[in-house]
Every structure is written in C-alpha cells, then in structure tokens.
C-alpha cells in the first residue's frame, strides 16, 4: 500500500517537475519579464493569494517583509492554505498549490478570485522561479513546514511546532539564475501594497524593509475603502469639494463601487480596477463610467438652467477635468483583454456601472446642490477652454497663408539681419511712432507703430486673433508664428520691446501683447526676448540742464540737487517727447533702463486680461483705477 502511494507521489512529481521546468525555460510568459518588473511581481502574486482569503473573509492582516538578503516574506491570519491530502495527487494540498502549473486555482473555492493573474498557478510560478521557498502552514494547532529549491520539494510537509495561530507563511528568495537583479524597490512595493489596502477597506498590512539601516516599516489601513484612495491622490491638490462622492451599486453577483473628487487642476485621473487588478487598459467599467458621468452631469446642468437651450452639451472631456476617480468592480469571471491583459472585457459590467452611476450620482446631486453646482461649474469652464483652444488651432491653419505675408506697412525695419543684434519697438500711438522712428538707430532698430482706434479689451478675444488689426502686423514682423507653429529659430529680432504711455490705454496694450505673448508665444518669455520700455514720467530743466526722472523718488533725488528754480514737466505720453529725447531717455542703450518681462508677469497680464474680457465690472474698475503694473525684473 504504501508502496503504491509512494509510486504516484514519484509520477505525480515526474508531471510536476516538467510543468515548472517549462516556467523556468520561459519565465517572460509566466511574470512578463526578468527585469525589475518580472522581480516584484513575484512578492504580488503571493500577496494576492493572501488577498483572496481576504476578501474570501477569512484574513484581515497581511505581513509583507523584504529580507536582510532580498528574500521575502508574507504572513496572513487566514484560514492556511490547506494541508490535507490530495485526493487524486496523493500529496497535501499545499504542496500541490507550490508544485503544480493548471492545478486550476482554489479547490471549489468561490467569491471574487484574482482570476486575471495566473490563474491560481501564482504560488507554483514564483517556487519555480525562486531558489528556495519555504512555506508554513499554522492550523491553530501545528506549525506545517516544506521547503522547495527551485521549484522542487526538498523535504516533505512536516510539523515543525505549536501554535494557537491560524494563517500561511511564505518565505522565498528569486532565483540569481533567473533574475537580472534580485535588488528589490521598498518604494514599488509599498505603492502596491497601499493599492491593495485602499481596495480592501479594513484589512491591515504591513510592509517592512530590514535592509534599510534605519528600520523602515509602514502600516497600512483605510476603513475609507476607494474614498481614502481618492483623497490620498488629491492629497497635494486643491479639491473643489471637501466630500468625496461615493456610490456603488450590485447586480446578478457583480459589484461596482466608484469614489470621485473633482480638483483644481485639468488632468483627468481615472484609475480603474477589476477584482483588485489595476486595469490600466480601461475596458467596460471605464466606459460605463464616463457614458454617465457624461450624461447625469447635462441632464443636470440642463434641468437646473445652468445650460441654456442654446448651449451645445458639455463633452466627456469637459466633465472630466481635474476630477480624480476610483472605479472598482468585482466579477466573478473576469475578461481581461488588450496588449497586457490589463483592459476589462465583460459588456455586462458596461450595464452596471453606467445605471450605477446614473441612477446614484443623479440623486446625489439632488441632495447636493452646492457639490453639483461646483462639478457643472468647473465642466462649463472646461468647455469653454475647449472651445477657445479649438479657434486657436483653426487659426494656425491658417498660417501657411501668413508666413507669405510681406511684412507690414506699419514696419520700419532695421538694416541689419542678425537676430542677435537687432530690437524692435511695439510702440501706441501715431505719434509716438513718428518720434520713434526718427529718433532710433536704423541699423538695429526698427519700430512697429500700432495704430488705429484702441482695442475694446472687453470684446477682444484673443482666439480671434486673425481678425485683430494689432495683432496680425505684430506676428508678420517677428516671423516665428504662434501656437503650435511657433518657431523661436525663425524670430526676427533678439529684443522685443514693448513701448507704451503710462496711462491706461498704455496698460490695455501692454496687457493685450503680454497676454498675446503669453498664449501664443510663450517660448518668447521663457527664452527672455520680451522687455517693456520705461520711458521717463518728469522732465526736470534748470537753465540749461535737462534731466529725466523715471519715478517720484528720482524726482525729489533730482529736484534736491538741482535746488529751487527748478521747472517740471510731466510727460503723459511718449508723443511729448521730440525723437532725440525718446532716444535720450527711452532707446539709447546707453541710457535707457528696459524690464525683462518674466513669465510671473506674463501669467499676471494673462490673469488681468482675464478680468478685463470677464462680466464682472468691479474688476475691470479696479484694475483701470490702479493700473496695474507687471514688470518686476530690471534687465539694464
Ligand atoms: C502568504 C500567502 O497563500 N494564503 C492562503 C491561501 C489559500 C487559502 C488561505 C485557502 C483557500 C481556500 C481554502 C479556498 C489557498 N488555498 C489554495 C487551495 N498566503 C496564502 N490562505 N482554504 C484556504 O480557496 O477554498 C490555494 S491558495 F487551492 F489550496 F485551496
């Protein structure tokens, strides 16, 4: 009798040695590859396992431990991985579960099994592919220990002592033969096992690095679930509402549960999982999701008026910027598809997320309305981005057509053609123009007037550019294009000087170009070619002494030395000034001062301009009272 036993243990190994022989021949289609990815995912398919009993409700605490020699260890308080016989492999199931490839996962086992992995083979694949294993196995009663190298048993199961303690213990240290590196990152695991704490709410695990001089250990629990996910990765962001939005829904054995939470920002962040598998291929789940969102968002933004009848629906992106959210769904035959058997293929789980979400984010909205209003607010404004962007980019088709243009009448060029010699002056106002232009050195200098009726900075959208008489002349001149065309090789002249009056039409100009720059042009300021020419706001005369103060503490420095018979003038604009005094006091760069525009000031005009085009009037007042003013940086 025993001698038959003994018989089929030895077929039974014979079978099982060829099946791991094959893992070690091809590890790449077991764990993907033998590179750092390949290594980790060994620690994962054990954890898995733990995980399973998890959520099988049997363990609430799992141990994960990278080893002083980058062995790991795995401990739970489940039930143990079974240690009776194997009716037809006439060994303990364990042994089994370690020793066999097809074991074809739990013996009748039901619930939500991590069925995309390896099929229940996990535990076999990393004994194969590690150069010892040793299991342990506590009943409550005994301690049950087999230990493997290389996938083959090397001793039998055996109890190796007492305990009152139930669960499984699995220490393996990767194969040096097998793996490229076998150094373990803390880091990697650690993101996982959090992962895995957020989708199994209540469980307890720790993960410990004994490597590390310094004892790294963290211990992870949410009783949140997905809520806690969502709020750890808006962690560092601004979140618009401080409740995250939780719904969750069932059908026919399948479970969906989804945690949201919308933030400043315009990323869209959809993490998504089936059965606790990160399926970073999307699949149904995110379709169903995004089909709703989409829907319950319009609907809603309809019903309450804030969508007039006029008003195109607001697009999946729209109602997706900067929201940040967990879709979770457990089936019980999970369809993993695409490149890497990361994409969710079941439709019917399309079905339950969508009236999921339709049917309870609806409702949630209706009790609150302060949260929804936020949401269809931050869509709306994303909407309109989108429509803005969308002019911008028809707008540069027609550049082609620009770049052909001959440079505006308005130009007065310069004779020289290297970039890295010349300027040219954006100057307001005819006649300051004319001072310009006479008053400059033609050889490196040439002068843009602007001229015509100052732009109504309310009705002037930037998005229609191609149709704004001070703009096109302003893109010809430089030669670089806008947007996605722009080419910084191609810019015409090394400095780009922004000559404006001191006044308010003055600032709606220097607004208007910095902002232009700012959207269009922006390699412009990143690379410091935009200045703004400061011309001088006195001219103090005595006898025959002229000199020029810039700001009110230069004029009371100036009339202080000059002493009393002093005369003042002050210049409202640059036309009061003849040519020579503006190249005097304003284009010499032997005497003028010019700020380099930085991109805080550009993103500060960007924001002015903002008000300035915005309903709100008290801005717009304030911001023409005071004036504002965006230059910080002096360049000479
Ligand atoms: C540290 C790794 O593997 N725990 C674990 C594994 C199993 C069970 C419990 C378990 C499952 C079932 C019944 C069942 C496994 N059992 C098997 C098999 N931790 C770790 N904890 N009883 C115990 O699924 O029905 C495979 S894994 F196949 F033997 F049942």
């Given at each position: 009798?025993?001698?038959?036993?003994?018989?089929?243990?030895?077929?039974?190994?014979?079978?099982?040695?060829?099946?791991?022989?094959?893992?070690?021949?091809?590890?790449?289609?077991?764990?993907?590859?033998?590179?750092?990815?390949?290594?980790?995912?060994?620690?994962?398919?054990?954890?898995?396992?733990?995980?399973?009993?998890?959520?099988?409700?049997?363990?609430?605490?799992?141990?994960?431990?990278?080893?002083?020699?980058?062995?790991?260890?795995?401990?739970?308080?489940?039930?143990?991985?079974?240690?009776?016989?194997?009716?037809?492999?006439?060994?303990?199931?364990?042994?089994?579960?370690?020793?066999?490839?097809?074991?074809?996962?739990?013996?009748?086992?039901?619930?939500?099994?991590?069925?995309?992995?390896?099929?229940?083979?996990?535990?076999?694949?990393?004994?194969?592919?590690?150069?010892?294993?040793?299991?342990?196995?506590?009943?409550?009663?005994?301690?049950?220990?087999?230990?493997?190298?290389?996938?083959?048993?090397?001793?039998?199961?055996?109890?190796?002592?007492?305990?009152?303690?139930?669960?499984?213990?699995?220490?393996?240290?990767?194969?040096?033969?097998?793996?490229?590196?076998?150094?373990?990152?803390?880091?990697?695991?650690?993101?996982?096992?959090?992962?895995?704490?957020?989708?199994?709410?209540?469980?307890?695990?720790?993960?410990?690095?004994?490597?590390?001089?310094?004892?790294?250990?963290?211990?992870?629990?949410?009783?949140?679930?997905?809520?806690?996910?969502?709020?750890?990765?808006?962690?560092?962001?601004?979140?618009?509402?401080?409740?995250?939005?939780?719904?969750?829904?069932?059908?026919?054995?399948?479970?969906?549960?989804?945690?949201?939470?919308?933030?400043?920002?315009?990323?869209?962040?959809?993490?998504?999982?089936?059965?606790?598998?990160?399926?970073?291929?999307?699949?149904?789940?995110?379709?169903?999701?995004?089909?709703?969102?989409?829907?319950?968002?319009?609907?809603?933004?309809?019903?309450?008026?804030?969508?007039?009848?006029?008003?195109?629906?607001?697009?999946?992106?729209?109602?997706?910027?900067?929201?940040?959210?967990?879709?979770?769904?457990?089936?019980?035959?999970?369809?993993?598809?695409?490149?890497?058997?990361?994409?969710?293929?079941?439709?019917?789980?399309?079905?339950?997320?969508?009236?999921?979400?339709?049917?309870?984010?609806?409702?949630?909205?209706?009790?609150?309305?302060?949260?929804?209003?936020?949401?269809?607010?931050?869509?709306?404004?994303?909407?309109?981005?989108?429509?803005?962007?969308?002019?911008?980019?028809?707008?540069?088709?027609?550049?082609?057509?620009?770049?052909?243009?001959?440079?505006?009448?308005?130009?007065?060029?310069?004779?020289?053609?290297?970039?890295?010699?010349?300027?040219?002056?954006?100057?307001?106002?005819?006649?300051?123009?004319?001072?310009?232009?006479?008053?400059?050195?033609?050889?490196?200098?040439?002068?843009?007037?602007?001229?015509?009726?100052?732009?109504?900075?309310?009705?002037?959208?930037?998005?229609?550019?191609?149709?704004?008489?001070?703009?096109?002349?302003?893109?010809?001149?430089?030669?670089?294009?806008?947007?996605?065309?722009?080419?910084?090789?191609?810019?015409?002249?090394?400095?780009?000087?922004?000559?404006?009056?001191?006044?308010?039409?003055?600032?709606?100009?220097?607004?208007?170009?910095?902002?232009?720059?700012?959207?269009?042009?922006?390699?412009?300021?990143?690379?410091?070619?935009?200045?703004?020419?400061?011309?001088?706001?006195?001219?103090?005369?005595?006898?025959?002494?002229?000199?020029?103060?810039?700001?009110?503490?230069?004029?009371?420095?100036?009339?202080?030395?000059?002493?009393?018979?002093?005369?003042?003038?002050?210049?409202?604009?640059?036309?009061?000034?003849?040519?020579?005094?503006?190249w005097e006091t304003t284009m010499n760069p032997e005497t003028r001062t010019i700020l380099k525009v930085k991109m805080e000031d550009a993103v500060a005009a960007d924001e002015i301009f903002t008000i300035l085009m915005g309903d709100k009037v008290e801005p717009r007042r304030e911001f023409i009272e005071s004036n504002a003013k965006y230059v910080s940086n002096l360049d000479i």
């Amino acid at each position: 009798m025993s001698e038959i036993i003994q018989k089929n243990y030895d077929e039974n190994q014979i079978q099982v040695l060829e099946g791991l022989e094959a893992v070690r021949k091809r590890p790449g289609m077991y764990i993907g590859s033998t590179g750092p990815r390949g290594l980790h995912h060994l620690v994962y398919e054990i954890v898995d396992n733990a995980i399973d009993e998890a959520l099988a409700g049997h363990c609430d605490e799992i141990s994960v431990t990278i080893n002083g020699d980058n062995s790991i260890t795995v401990i739970d308080n489940g039930r143990g991985i079974p240690i009776g016989m194997h009716p037809k492999m006439g060994v303990p199931a364990v042994e089994v579960v370690f020793t066999m490839l097809h074991s074809g996962g739990k013996f009748g086992g039901e619930g939500y099994k991590v069925s995309g992995g390896l099929h229940g083979v996990g535990a076999a694949v990393v004994n194969a592919l590690s150069e010892y294993l040793e299991v342990e196995v506590y009943d409550g009663k005994n301690i049950h220990r087999q230990r493997y190298e290389r996938g083959k048993s090397v001793t039998s199961l055996t109890v190796v002592g007492e305990t009152s303690q139930k669960g499984t213990k699995v220490t393996f240290k990767p194969d040096y033969q097998i793996f490229e590196t076998l150094d373990f990152d803390y880091e990697i695991l650690l993101a996982r096992m959090r992962e895995q704490a957020f989708l199994n709410a209540g469980i307890h695990i720790t993960i410990e690095d004994k490597r590390a001089e310094a004892e790294t250990k963290t211990h992870l629990h949410y009783e949140g679930g997905i809520r806690s996910f969502v709020e750890y990765i808006n962690r560092n962001k601004e979140a618009l509402h401080s409740e995250v939005i939780y719904v969750s829904g069932e059908k026919d054995g399948a479970m969906a549960e989804i945690a949201m939470q919308y933030n400043d920002g315009y990323a869209e962040n959809i993490v998504s999982f089936c059965n606790n598998i990160h399926t970073t291929e999307g699949g149904t789940h995110e379709t169903g999701f995004k089909t709703a969102l989409t829907r319950v968002i319009n609907d809603y933004a309809r019903k309450m008026g804030f969508l007039k009848e006029n008003d195109k629906n607001l697009m999946g992106e729209d109602v997706r910027e900067g929201l940040t959210v967990i879709v979770s769904v457990k089936v019980l035959e999970a369809q993993f598809e695409g490149q890497t058997k990361t994409k969710l293929g079941n439709s019917e789980v399309r079905g339950l997320v969508e009236s999921t979400v339709s049917e309870k984010l609806h409702a949630f909205f209706e009790e609150n309305p302060t949260i929804a209003k936020i949401v269809v607010d931050k869509a709306m404004t994303a909407s309109r981005a989108r429509e803005a962007a969308k002019r911008a980019r028809e707008m540069t088709r027609r550049k082609s057509a620009l770049e052909n243009t001959t440079l505006p009448g308005k130009l007065a060029d310069c004779t020289d053609r290297n970039p890295e010699n010349t300027e040219i002056y954006i100057v307001e106002g005819d006649s300051a123009g004319g001072s310009a232009k006479q008053g400059r050195d033609r050889s490196f200098q040439a002068i843009l007037a602007l001229w015509g009726k100052m732009l109504n900075v309310e009705k002037a959208r930037l998005d229609k550019v191609y149709g704004n008489d001070k703009l096109m002349p302003v893109i010809t001149s430089l030669g670089t294009g806008i947007a996605e065309d722009f080419d910084i090789t191609k810019l015409r002249y090394g400095k780009v000087i922004i000559m404006a009056d001191a006044d308010v039409d003055g600032a709606h100009i220097r607004t208007l170009l910095l902002t232009f720059f700012f959207r269009f042009m922006r390699p412009l300021i990143e690379n410091g070619h935009v200045y703004i020419a400061q011309p001088p706001l006195y001219k103090v005369e005595k006898g025959k002494i002229e000199k020029y103060a810039y700001n009110d503490e230069q004029l009371s420095q100036i009339t202080a030395e000059l002493g009393s018979g002093v005369k003042i003038q002050r210049y409202k604009g640059l036309g009061e000034m003849n040519p020579s005094q503006l190249w005097e006091t304003t284009m010499n760069p032997e005497t003028r001062t010019i700020l380099k525009v930085k991109m805080e000031d550009a993103v500060a005009a960007d924001e002015i301009f903002t008000i300035l085009m915005g309903d709100k009037v008290e801005p717009r007042r304030e911001f023409i009272e005071s004036n504002a003013k965006y230059v910080s940086n002096l360049d000479i």
